[in-house]
Nanobody
Framework: QVQVVESGGGLVQPGGSLRLSCAAS????????MNWYRQAPGKERELVAT????????NYADSVKGRFTISRENAKNTVYLQMNSLKPEDTAVYYC????????????WGQGTQVTVSS
């Protein structure tokens, strides 16, 4: 059974940091590119960060470049999103996504974790 479970969200003040984790099971984690998306109230879901199967390449939305870092530990079937210098506009539900580079059929989502940046 495929499971993708995010954790680490919460309430943080502007300028603060959070680290999100995403634990995956039920599929061969190292065969999948991993993505973090977010969705703020009233807005469309947007891609925040991507990391390829073995971590050789990462990409970020312009809005988070220099502040967020995506990483993965294939031995632990886990991907992380380190978020620094958080801003109120980073407030959203953050979703972890596993996407096969070989077939669009294999695309898994977590349930999301809420991140709120507020004083």
């Amino acid at each position: 059974q495929v499971q993708v479970v995010e954790s680490g969200g919460g309430l943080v003040q502007p300028g603060g940091s959070l680290r999100l984790s995403c634990a995956a099971s039920g599929f061969t984690f190292s065969n999948y590119d991993m993505n973090w998306y977010r969705q703020a109230p009233g807005k469309e879901r947007e891609l925040v960060a991507t990391i390829t199967r073995f971590g050789g390449s990462t990409n970020y939305a312009d809005s988070v470049k220099g502040r967020f870092t995506i990483s993965r530990e294939n031995a632990k079937n886990t991907v992380y999103l380190q978020m620094n210098s958080l801003k109120p506009e980073d407030t959203a539900v953050y979703y972890c996504n596993a996407k096969s580079p070989y077939s669009a059929k294999y695309n898994y989502w977590g349930q999301g974790t809420q991140v709120t940046v507020s004083s």
